[in-house]
């Protein structure tokens, strides 16, 4: 028996939903390790193409070394750079006006603010303490702990209200 479900696939967000997080499987891990794995081996090839011993010196030959580690050096530091993981998302659940607000802190310093109604969510799970909320496409919101009483039966009467529970 498998446990495959339609959640575990990459999901196309739309520019009102949240961009899809891969917290079923480690694909997104392994992505941005071999990238950073790449960045780093092109960047040391393009110094040793430099310190490599016996190599012709004439002028055409280091023009195209000249040519190559520039270009392998470039491509290194850009996928090394982009193999960072981006910041989580600070969850805000505004029980009056009853939505979540995502924050998240980009690399250029400002801020991209998103709201969901409890109503827009494709479903919310419990378990315990532990509340997933998804977004459209089967997009992970947020997943919070809440370990206050009150606030848990006020989250969990929400979302039964808007029927996600």
Request: hydrophobic letters at 45%; aromatic letters at 4%; charged letters at 25%.
């Amino acid at each position: 028996m498998t446990a495959v479900n339609e959640f575990m696939h990459e999901t196309t967000p739309s520019k009102f939903s949240a961009v899809p997080v891969y917290t079923m499987d480690g694909g997104r891990l392994v992505v941005r390790s071999g990238q950073s794995l790449l960045g780093v081996a092109l960047i040391l090839a393009a110094v040793g193409l430099w310190i490599m011993p016996g190599s012709d010196l004439s002028n055409d030959v280091m023009l195209m070394k000249l040519v190559l580690s520039v270009v392998a050096a470039g491509i290194g530091i850009s996928l090394s750079h982009n193999a960072k993981t981006d910041s989580a998302p600070s969850v805000k659940i505004d029980m009056v006006r009853r939505e979540i607000r995502l924050v998240r802190s980009k690399r250029d310093g400002s801020n991209d603010r998103k709201r969901f109604k409890f109503a827009d969510l494709d479903a919310a799970e419990m378990d315990g303490n532990h509340f997933t909320l998804w977004g459209r496409h089967n997009a992970v919101l947020a997943e919070v702990d809440i370990k206050d009483p009150r606030l848990h039966r006020s989250l969990k009467g929400a979302l039964q209200d808007a029927g996600k529970l």
